[in-house]
């Protein structure tokens, strides 16, 4: 028996990645190593490990978009409050 996903059009994901962030990190995660191996050199190894951090996606929102959307609202747009007495 064949379940169907709740939402067709949502991105295919595994775990708490798109499937398309976990091949990203694959393939950072494989060349961070040899660079590690090879050279010491571990920045690509960090680099690596933040965006796994980032791209870590909880009902549709990543972490990167969530500090996005903060920024945005504390920092970029103007808040503005009015108090009146009645």
Known sequence: MYIYPDNLKASPTL???RLKDLAVIGIGALISVFMLSQTG???PVIVTLVYAFL???HE???ILDFIKYAARYFFIEPQEYR???K
């Open 60 to 62: 549709d929102v990543s």
């Open 41 to 43: 050199f571990s920045l």
């Open 83 to 85: 108090w009146r007495l």
């Open 55 to 57: 791209a870590i996606r």
């Open 15 to 17: 775990f708490l990645w």
